[in-house]
């Protein structure tokens, strides 16, 4: 099984997760990287599901306020200036609210809470991510039980 989705806010990425027998492999690209990882289901131990707001948002504000900024100082305060950073500072104000929307996703870890990949949820991927879910979770070995061991010591 497998299924793709996009990031526009993280440099325009792709994610492919593709499942097999034995393992998950993970592809993502963007305009600055390509990576791939492959986790076997034993390496696994638990998922969690959860909405978030991607934080790049607040970055891509963050670098238009930055921006305006450098205006105002390379152009010496002039209206020309003042125009373009008050337009840059209000443009910024979208992403910074695009940060609050929240998106599904499905976040899957090995040992000791270590995160291994996560699957974002989409009205276009629903179907198919939740079957792709669903058979990695199925896969996964349970985490071994810590052993409980009683007190030699008496009250």
Do not use: H
């Not at 969690?48 to 305006?68: Q, T």
């Not at 000791?112 to 070995?141: C, G, L, M, P, Y």
């Amino acid at each position: 099984m497998q299924i793709v989705y996009y990031e526009i806010s993280d440099a325009l990425s792709k994610y492919t997760i593709t499942t097999y027998e034995d393992k998950v492999t993970i592809s993502y690209k963007n305009l600055v990287k390509d990576l791939q990882r492959e986790f076997k289901y034993t390496e696994l131990v638990e998922s969690n599901r959860g909405k978030f707001g991607a934080k790049e948002w607040a970055d891509i504000g963050a670098g238009l306020i930055a921006i305006a900024f450098l205006v105002l100082v390379f152009l010496s305060f002039t209206i020309i200036a003042r125009t373009i950073s008050g337009t840059l500072v209000i443009l910024s104000l979208i992403p910074f609210a695009l940060r609050f929307i929240k998106e599904e996703w499905v976040s899957f870890y090995k040992p000791n809470s270590e995160f291994a990949f996560a699957i974002k949820i989409t009205k276009r991927n629903k179907e198919d991510a939740e079957k792709v879910i669903k058979f990695i979770q199925d896969k996964i070995s349970p985490a071994k039980p810590k052993s409980k061991r009683k007190s030699n010591k008496s009250l």
